[in-house]
């Protein structure tokens, strides 16, 4: 019985061997590879086998850590970066995809934020990101705007000047008016009367801002005892209904704009005199002559 058993599987084994034959391919590196085999005939079969290297990094968690150093402003470039790396060993270290040093120390850093990547022997990474932040060179600071305002003169080609002046913070100051440009000049000219915001900005970047009134200058004397004459003679056949010849002494810029016209008509009667009912007295021209003479405008 024994006996059989063994013959009977030697008689096996040796049918399997003619149908199946066994070759063996060492020493081969991760890849994908066809084998092919042919019988004596030349008939062929083949297959593709794929062989993977395990990978080195399966279960290798890297952490990177760091001691940062922020810059001094927003302009300087010297922030530093200490990194460390846990989790491996023999690492290196490169600093925004750069090449890799031994250290983990990036120095000579402006504020920015920075990927330090720390590889071990076997290829594996960890990687975090550091920010440097510069200090805010405006905490603390108070710009303030002092000005010295020049009012406008009605009835004339706007004359209002704001001259300002920037304090609390690092000079030299640049001056901007309602949200316009920065301008090194502190003065702003030609302006009619409004309120008008200035911002002054000092070389951190730091600003401060006022507002500003430049107001219209008051009538002058001579001017309002003018102004008297031409309500009391004149204003019945020049006001805002009856304008004859398109005159309207009711609008005060009218009589400084047209004051040559009045003096032509109310003191020389030329072409012919006004009012037409009769000349004005001599003290009433006088008034229009001395008013002229002082510079004929709103505020003489
Ligand atoms: C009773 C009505 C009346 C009164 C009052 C009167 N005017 Fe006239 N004015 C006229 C009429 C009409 C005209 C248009 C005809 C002309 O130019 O003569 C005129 C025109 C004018 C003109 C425009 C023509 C120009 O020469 O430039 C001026 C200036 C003027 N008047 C000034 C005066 C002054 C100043 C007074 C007061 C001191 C005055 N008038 C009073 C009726 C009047």
């Excluded at 090449?99 to 022997?121: C, E, S």
């Excluded at 920010?131 to 002092?146: E, F, R, Y």
């Excluded at 030609?190 to 070389?203: E, F, G, Q, V």
């Excluded at 730091?206 to 102004?227: E, Y």
């Amino acid at each position: 019985m024994q006996l059989l058993r063994v013959v009977l599987g030697l008689t096996i084994a040796l049918i399997a061997v003619h149908f199946r034959h066994q070759e063996i391919f060492t020493n081969l590196a991760a890849g994908s590879y066809t084998i092919v085999a042919k019988d004596v005939n030349g008939c062929t079969g083949s297959a593709i086998f794929t062989l993977t290297a395990p990978n080195p990094c399966a279960g290798i968690i890297i952490n990177v850590t760091a001691t940062t150093v922020n810059p001094t402003s927003a302009a300087a470039t010297n922030g530093s970066i200490s990194a460390s790396a846990a989790g491996s060993t023999g690492f290196t270290f490169n600093i925004n995809g750069g090449a890799f040093q031994a250290t983990g120390n990036f120095n000579n850093l402006g504020q920015g934020t920075f990927t330090i990547v720390a590889k071990d022997l076997n290829g594996c990474t960890g990687s975090a990101l550091f920010t440097l932040t510069a200090p805010n060179p405006c905490a603390g600071i108070t710009i303030t705007v002092s000005s010295v305002v020049i009012n406008n003169t009605p009835c004339q080609t706007a004359n209002g000047s704001i001259t300002a002046t920037g304090g609390g913070g690092t000079g030299p100051y640049t001056y901007s008016m309602n949200g316009g440009a920065f301008q090194p000049s502190n003065i702003f000219n030609s302006l009619p009367a409004a309120n008008y915001t200035i911002t002054a900005k000092d070389a951190n970047g730091c600003t401060g801002s006022a507002t500003i009134t430049v107001s219209d200058l008051p009538a002058g004397p001579l001017f309002l005892a003018v102004q008297n004459v031409l309500q009391a003679n004149c204003i019945s056949c020049h006001n805002g209904t009856t304008s004859e010849g398109g005159m309207n002494w009711t609008v005060d810029c009218n009589i400084v704009n047209f004051k040559d016209r009045i003096r032509e008509r109310a003191v020389n009667g030329n072409p012919s005199v006004m009012p037409p009912t009769g000349s004005l007295p001599a003290s009433e021209k006088l008034k229009i002559t001395n008013w002229i003479n002082a510079g004929g405008r709103f505020t003489d």
